[in-house]
């Protein structure tokens, strides 16, 4: 196949978020209630602004900007998370959000159970997850934590298993938001392999880090966000330069 040929599984036309934020907070009932006859204000806050790109199958996409600058919602109306204010998303294939990793989890019940749980969700099956299990456990190096509740789980160990379950999913398109930065650097090593694998499969990966060198050392292509806007998409090196040089304005 060409490289006219390559098929688009992301296409992105136009796309904006919006949210309304108020102006102030009401967190309980009684709050509501006393001042229900006051009315709330808001404000509107532009995520993402006339947005449009497009993704090649096989590509290895690092998307870089500072906080705030909308790589996550990004991610997340990608994912179906979000719904677009403005614009269109097309998407052609499975996706695998690694997005906010161990939010899905069960407190209440044990690691062992919440594999089950989840691995099932991502619609494995009981032969599937039989056969991983032991894999699962080795990654995220929890064997001696199996029968813990995950509610006394670190963040950390919460995120290693939550990335070694989800590794699992047979997907096109990976969405992974700062994945990289969970654990040591032993575990970090493995992620890498994991990225290492896909990438070699030919699946279509978008990730989001603070890590340059990752961008540089994994990518094909970069994207950066600057106050929601694309201002740049090209080759890592250089888009991550780019990136650097905005930094110190």
């Known amino acids: 196949m060409t490289k006219k040929q390559m098929p688009t599984p992301i296409h992105i036309q136009n796309l904006s978020k919006t949210f309304k934020l108020p102006h102030e907070r009401r967190d309980t009932l009684k709050e509501n209630l006393l001042k229900i006859a006051k009315k709330r204000t808001y404000e509107q806050f ?4 006339n947005v449009s790109l497009n993704i090649q199958k096989g590509d290895f996409v ?3 900007g500072r906080n705030g600058s909308g790589k996550t919602t990004l991610l997340k109306l990608i994912a179906g998370i979000y719904r677009p204010s403005e614009g ?3 998407v052609d294939g499975k996706i695998a959000p690694f997005l906010e990793l161990g939010i899905g989890f069960q407190p209440e019940l044990t690691a062992r159970e919440n594999i089950v ?14 056969e ?15 029968d813990l509740k995950i509610k006394n789980f670190s963040s950390g160990m919460k995120a290693r298993l939550a990335f070694a379950i989800a ?6 398109i990976y969405l992974c938001d700062e994945v990289l930065a969970v654990g040591d650097e032993g575990f970090q090593k493995k992620c890498m392999a994991v990225f290492e694998k896909w990438k070699k499969e030919g699946k279509t990966i978008l990730l989001v880090t603070h890590n340059s060198e ?10 950066f966000l600057e106050q929601g806007k694309l201002v740049a998409a090209g080759a890592p090196a250089e888009i991550v330069d780019q990136y650097h040089q905005s930094l110190s304005l």
């Open 46 to 49: 532009h995520a993402l602004k």
């Open 117 to 130: 749980v989840n691995a099932t969700l991502l619609g494995l099956t009981r032969a599937q997850i039989k």
């Open 214 to 223: 990752q961008i540089r050392d994994l990518c094909t292509k970069a994207f």
């Open 167 to 172: 590794k699992e999913s047979d997907a096109d």
């Open 132 to 146: 991983k299990f032991d894999e699962i456990v080795a990654f995220a190096e929890i064997e001696n934590f199996l």
């Open 88 to 90: 269109s998303i097309k």
């Open 62 to 64: 690092g998307i870089v």
